[in-house]
């Protein structure tokens, strides 16, 4: 056995490690020699060696401190206090917000009156969203069936039914309700056959009248054919500020990919990952709150020709972080990301921005230390529990040896603090359970990794997905569905929590996450016997784009003709605002809808007051 283990050392290592084990290391060095210095562990050349009359140190209470040359290994452990960590009073956190749900749009009536779970879901999935997807899925069939096509989909008189905004909640209850319960086919849902007689999608909708819904679903009317995500991007948008204003983050946060599982054709940006449990989909960047689970901000990886980075010098990795954590700047807030994401620029831009990187660092990466790399010396001298830390200006580098050897580089922790953890250790009298020393910064990188790993999970529990072979952008709309399930969830129990007294049913046991799925299908089904009551202050109906039947002079553009007393222009346009009732051009190259509702539109409307022009539909 002895001999094996000879072979694996050079004639410096056995030399080394005799030393080592005796305890003969004693301090040996010239009087014109130069101090030793334990914090410099660079301070020797490369040609001196263990067996040198010069040196090679060991104080009495540290147990080794050695330079990284060729034969030695750089060791700093617990025994070497690591005494250059950060104030704490300068890296405290301050959010802008107390951490937890963010209520403060809502009235305290609207507040006190949340009797059901689907209250908190409405919060999300508000009236002027669904509004919008109305419009744009009525002007979507309608173009179509005007040109013949889709015809199984009209009514009786050849034309299209409205999707009104109470038939729209139904359609998403029913989406919630084909998440919990699991049939093969769509059609068994509707089936009248003996073993689904006890199902009650038949009574809310008929199967027709769901898949024309579902053929014809959009978002926006308007397409911008230079915009890969232009039919979700507005719903996307709209899920990320209304999920950053209902909730604060707590002081540490995750970031991470997500797979939204999927196979379907002709989109270009479909991802597939070897490795990854969801092989096939796309693939989001996600930053998540890491107590909760709650996702935070998120966007689309477009793939790699399609993404546009603001800092094109420091790789893909570096701007995700950035454009992701870029409302938790100058907080105090603490970001653990993995192996992909960290590298020496990114933790030195967030420490500026007062927002501290805790990752994972592969060997290539630029943050790893170069007197860390030689992690194979490492392995063969250490056991595991062992580790060995290094500190370059407000940054330690924690390496720790486990079942793989891991490094961590942290800004706010101390790289000689330790604690202990339980390892199940295989013995020659078996497997045990075994107490071994564990870093803090360990420990803390294990607690709060998992952000948007606790949030995948609730999220890929109960997908709401039907498959969709030809529109895989709506694979992005059933997933933005199924975020503001879970966060709205989140909300909800956030909210228990604070209020002792809330009138919330929480029904008999626990009120999990299939409980809230089930809750809200009722609900928006009306099947709980009660009408669905959206929150006053969440519905109230502002100035949004309606499409007309007709098209009509655009006032905007005439009253700002008349006003430079030029020609009227007479200008057609299909929309309107609902709450003025006035026609507007609504063009990504005249957005007289915007003009209308700005400061500078307040001259044209007091022309279209006074010379009679506005024309109500």
């Not at 005007?146 to 409205?162: C, D, E, I, P, V």
């Not at 890929?460 to 498959?467: A, F, L, Q």
């Not at 709506?474 to 002792?500: A, G, R």
């Amino acid at each position: 056995m002895d001999f094996e283990f000879d072979e694996l050392l050079s004639e410096d290592e056995e030399d080394y490690l005799d030393l080592l084990l005796s305890g003969e290391l004693v301090e040996e060095r010239d009087e014109n020699d130069e101090q030793f210095d334990p914090s410099n562990p660079h301070q020797f050349s490369q040609s001196q060696s263990p067996s040198s009359s010069q040196t090679l140190s060991q104080s009495t209470d540290s147990s080794a401190s050695q330079d990284p040359v060729a034969g030695h290994i750089y060791w700093r452990d617990q025994n070497d206090n690591d005494d250059g960590v950060r104030d704490p009073r300068l890296s405290m956190f301050k959010p802008r917000l107390p951490p937890g749900i963010q209520l403060g749009l809502l009235t305290r009536q609207a507040v006190q009156a949340f009797q059901k779970p689907v209250d908190f879901f409405l919060l999300f999935l508000t009236q002027e969203i669904v509004l919008q997807i109305c419009i744009a899925t009525n002007h979507h069939a309608e173009a179509l069936l005007s040109k013949g096509q889709n015809l199984s989909y009209a009514n009786s008189m050849g034309t299209w039914t409205r999707v009104t905004v109470e038939e729209m909640y139904r359609f998403v209850g029913i989406l919630i309700y084909v998440s919990i319960v699991n049939f093969q086919t769509l059609e068994r849902y509707w089936s009248t056959c003996p073993l689904y007689k006890n199902n009650v999608v038949s009574s809310v909708m008929s199967i027709t009248r769901f898949k024309a819904i579902l053929s014809f679903l959009q978002i926006n009317a308007d397409s911008d054919k230079d915009d890969k995500l232009t039919r979700i991007r507005h719903l996307l948008e709209h899920v990320e500020s209304i999920s950053q204003s209902l909730f604060q983050p707590y002081e540490s946060v995750s970031v991470d990919e997500r797979m939204v599982a999927s196979k379907h054709h002709y989109s270009g940006i479909r991802q597939f990952i070897r490795d990854k449990p969801i092989r096939f989909g796309l693939k989001l960047w996600v930053l998540a709150d890491s107590i909760t689970g709650y996702t935070y901000a998120f966007f689309v990886y477009l793939g790699k020709k399609r993404t546009e980075l603001k800092n094109k010098t420091k790789g893909l990795a570096y701007n995700v972080v950035m454009e992701l954590s870029r409302t938790l700047f100058n907080q105090g807030y603490r970001i653990y990301t993995d192996s992909f994401y960290t590298t020496q620029h990114l933790a030195t831009d967030l420490l500026q921005k007062k927002t501290y990187l805790v990752g994972a660092v592969k060997r290539s990466s630029s943050a790893m230390p170069s007197c860390l790399k030689d992690i194979e010396l490492f392995e063969k001298v250490s056991t595991r529990g062992d580790f060995r830390w290094h500190r370059d200006g407000d940054f330690v580098y924690v390496q720790w040896r486990d079942c793989k050897t891991v490094t961590i580089i942290s800004p706010i922790h101390k790289g000689s603090a330790t604690g202990n953890c339980q390892r199940t250790v295989n013995e020659r009298s078996g497997y045990k359970r075994k107490q071994l020393m564990q870093p803090v910064v360990i420990k803390d990188y294990n607690t709060n990794m998992g952000g948007v790993d606790k949030s995948n999970q609730m999220l890929n529990k109960y997908p709401c997905y039907i498959k969709s072979i030809f529109h895989w952008w709506k694979v992005l709309f059933f997933h933005s569905i199924d975020i503001m399930i879970v966060n709205s969830y989140i909300i909800m129990k956030e909210f228990m929590k604070c209020e002792t007294e809330s009138s919330l049913h929480r029904g008999s046991g626990t009120f999990g996450h299939l409980e809230y799925r089930e809750s809200l299908a009722l609900s928006l089904m009306n099947l709980d016997g009660d009408q669905l009551r959206v929150p006053a202050n969440v519905c109230k109906v502002q100035c949004l784009p309606m499409i007309s039947v007709n098209r009509k002079d655009c006032i905007y553009c005439n009253g700002e003709a008349s006003l430079k007393e030029q020609k009227l222009p007479s200008t057609k346009t299909q929309y309107f605002c609902a709450k003025c009732e006035v026609p507007l051009c609504l063009q990504k190259e005249r957005n007289c809808f915007l003009k209308w509702h700005s400061p500078e539109g307040r001259t044209v409307q007091d022309w279209a007051k006074t010379k009679g022009r506005k024309r109500k539909l």
